[in-house]
């Protein structure tokens, strides 16, 4: 799986693997899908975006930004989509590795994700793999697409 950073050819299959996981209503907190303008801004506007690959085709893709700014803006923060029917195939490892090489070589000395849904073993159980070191949870911090409030996990990860 060979991890880069996107361009603007891989926009309509980013948003759409995207837009997957916002419509499953349990990973991401964002509401609304993204159209092609929106993505292009969307993705534009982190500190890297990169896509995963395979013999050309797209499997999944990260955004990198601060997760705060000023006297925090040292301390990263990431979001991962891999394609439903490509889970499993190593995307989301390739894409984790990539993310935490890629926001040391830009300067972040951590990395932290804010609002793991509990339910979302695979990843927690990647992260945790990975070296990230879960903090703890805060009770009802995530509401699903069917209205149930799930606990969510955070972790970090020192670069």
């Not at 793999?129 to 009802?140: A, D, N, S, W």
């Not at 209205?147 to 969510?152: Q, S, V, W």
């Amino acid at each position: 799986m060979n991890v880069r950073e996107y361009t603007e050819a891989d926009l309509p299959r980013m948003a759409e693997i995207w837009n997957q996981v916002v419509e499953d209503g349990i990973a991401f907190p964002q509401l609304e899908p993204l159209t092609l303008e929106t993505a292009r801004g969307f993705f534009r506007a982190q500190n890297f975006s990169a896509v995963a690959e395979e013999d050309g085709e797209i499997f999944g893709l990260y955004i990198l930004h601060p997760n705060n700014e000023g006297r925090c803006g040292h301390i990263g923060n990431a979001s991962y989509a891999v394609d439903r029917a490509s889970r499993g195939r190593g995307a989301g490892k390739a894409l984790v590795q990539h993310c935490l090489k890629t926001a040391a070589a830009l300067g972040f000395r951590l990395m932290q994700f804010n609002a793991v849904v509990k339910s979302n073993l695979g990843a927690i159980h990647l992260y945790e793999k990975l070296g990230f070191v879960r903090v703890g949870e805060i009770p009802g911090g995530f509401l699903t697409k069917d209205g149930r409030y799930e606990d969510i996990v955070l972790f970090y990860h020192t670069l």
